[in-house]
């Protein structure tokens, strides 16, 4: 069985620690521990690794955020993964910094990633996991917000949130969408 999960961020180094690449630094967590290494490829990095039997494919679209479902899509069918085979990494700014809550489906909450995803693959039916970044900005000031660096302290705390992500990506992988909120999702 195969598996795309994707994470969504922007490319360049000015964007690499920012709030908005959380699923580009997740994924290159879940990378490093697999001892994989993303290669450029059509769309997006890429790289794949085994897992309890699953070939599970990464991606980090090259699209920039608002373009991602040009990758998502692209690489569904050259992949030929089924949608519900398909997991979105994004950062939410509705939950609480550091907390993780994986959903099958829903709205894109304005969230331009996952509205382009959204229009280029039919309908909102794909899990997504969606990586709390919290809400502390002024009115007005969200782009600014997700576009900034974590703070010092946040990024000494996002490893043990990335690891609970890594593990939240697995169980989707092996033990399904459903148990794996039942058993992770606060």
């Not at 969504?8 to 521990?33: K, S």
């Not at 990494?89 to 489906?105: E, G, S």
């Not at 280029?120 to 782009?143: E, M, S």
Request: aromatic fraction near 10%; charge should be positive; charged fraction near 25%.
């Amino acid at each position: 069985m195969k598996y795309l999960i994707v994470g969504l961020g922007n490319i360049g180094p000015e964007y690499e620690l920012t709030r908005h690449n959380i699923g580009f630094l997740t994924l290159d967590r879940l990378a490093d521990q697999k001892s994989v290494k993303f290669e450029m490829n059509r769309l997006a990095y890429h790289t794949e690794f085994k897992f309890k039997s699953r070939i599970i494919h990464l991606i980090k679209p090259t699209t920039y955020m608002n373009l991602s479902g040009k990758a998502v899509k692209h690489w569904m069918q050259e992949l030929k993964v089924p949608k519900e085979n398909v997991l979105v990494i994004v950062d939410d700014i509705a939950i609480p910094f550091n907390k993780l809550r994986m959903r099958a489906k829903g709205s894109s909450a304005g969230h331009n990633g996952l509205k382009n995803i959204e229009d280029l693959t039919g309908g909102q039916n794909y899990a997504r996991l969606k990586f709390g970044v919290g809400d502390d900005f002024p009115k007005g000031r969200q782009a600014d917000y997700v576009l900034s660096k974590f703070t010092q302290q946040e990024f000494q705390e996002l490893p043990f949130s990335m690891d609970k992500a890594i593990d939240m990506i697995l169980a989707f992988c092996t033990i399904g969408i459903a148990r794996t909120m039942s058993q992770f999702n606060d």
